[in-house]
């Protein structure tokens, strides 16, 4: 309720009267002032668009200068063309300066790990936390549906204390959020970035059409999810031996984890086998360790187990495929 409170203080700042929108979205006056209310995302998409076609500012009162119905939907085409996300993504950035200069957006990557980051030139005062998310957001919430992907974050900074309703971050960032930051930032691996653009002009216009739920809903499809699950896999494991420990690494749920699997044809296990198989290969070849020590290495509880498996790979013990080179 705390980002319908911010839009409701953005209709006062203009002297206009919020209610015929709090009741467009079902959404009772007196239960804005409610500590700890909750509203679901079909209210917060139906208040905000009520709320930004009525101010005629997409920037809902964050910026000294109101941004006019249409202003995000002309940074989204001129991000449409670039060859990858990673383009996109620093266009949008510094086409956002032509529209204001209350907050500056950047990306900076270093090695694999890549930052888009907040910073506010001037501070917007007490509407900061609705500012930065929903500046946030937006770019997020663009971002995936361009390359259609989740992003999943690696991590979200935000330069307030923790407020009262943080835990409404974990839906709105997925990925660890720290607060009292020097500044705001969304960390990503690079590899999204070098994912090509996916959309083209008509679906820009069908998209624009009904673009808020892109800000308030988490993209369900994660065109690296597999790189992700097989990465985990062999850097760690002994730690992702079950689906509930894999999918904390990487801050899914088991159930998501094997569904969003199954959209792109694959499966934990036979992740887990390729990943296991191509490891133990690899030290048979390479180095004289003892089998049990391979089975180990290879994220196998136990070498009869090992031996099992990789019988079932190569139709020989893991022994045996050695000698034979």
């Known amino acids: 309720m705390f980002f319908v409170q911010a839009m409701v203080a953005a209709y006062a700042a203009r002297g206009l009267d919020p209610t015929p929108a709090l009741h467009l979205a079902q959404i009772a006056p007196d239960s804005v002032i409610s500590s700890g209310a909750r509203i679901t995302a079909a209210q917060m998409e139906a208040m905000s668009e009520a709320a930004m076609r009525e101010l005629d500012d997409e920037a809902l009162g964050c910026f000294r200068r109101a941004l006019p119905w249409g202003s995000y939907g002309m940074l989204a085409r001129a991000s449409l063309s670039a060859p990858s996300l990673g383009v996109a993504l620093k266009r949008w950035c510094r086409h956002h300066a032509l529209l204001t200069d209350d907050v500056a957006l950047a990306l900076h990557t270093e090695g694999d790990a890549a930052r888009l980051v907040l910073t506010a030139d001037r501070q917007p005062g007490a509407l900061t936390e609705?500012?930065?998310?929903?500046?946030?957001?937006?770019?997020?919430?663009?971002?995936?549906?361009?390359?259609?992907?989740?992003?999943?974050?690696q991590g979200?900074?935000?330069p307030y204390p923790e407020p009262a309703h943080g835990d409404a971050y974990r839906l709105l960032f997925d990925g660890p959020a720290e607060f009292d930051q020097p500044h705001a930032a969304l960390h990503l691996d690079t590899r999204y970035l070098a994912l090509p653009i996916r959309r083209d002009e008509p679906a820009m216009s069908q998209m624009l059409q009904r673009a808020l739920p892109l800000t308030v809903l988490p993209y369900r499809r994660d065109r690296l999810l597999v790189q992700r699950v097989r990465q985990a896999l062999a850097s760690q494991p002994l730690n992702s031996h079950n689906a509930d420990d894999l999918a904390a690494q990487l801050n899914l749920s088991a159930r998501t984890l094997h569904r969003q699997l199954k959209e792109e044809g694959a499966s934990l296990q036979a992740l887990k086998d390729m990943v296991r198989r191509d490891r133990a290969t690899e030290l048979l070849q390479r180095t004289s360790r003892p089998v049990k020590q391979v089975a180990l290495a290879a994220g196998f509880r136990n070498e009869k187990s090992f031996i099992r498996a990789f019988k079932g790979w190569t139709g020989v013990s893991p022994g045996e495929w050695r000698e034979q080179g």
């Open 130 to 153: 609705f500012c930065v998310v929903s500046v946030l957001r937006n770019v997020l919430g663009l971002a995936c549906w361009l390359v259609d992907s989740r992003i999943p974050l």
């Open 156 to 158: 979200a900074r935000f």
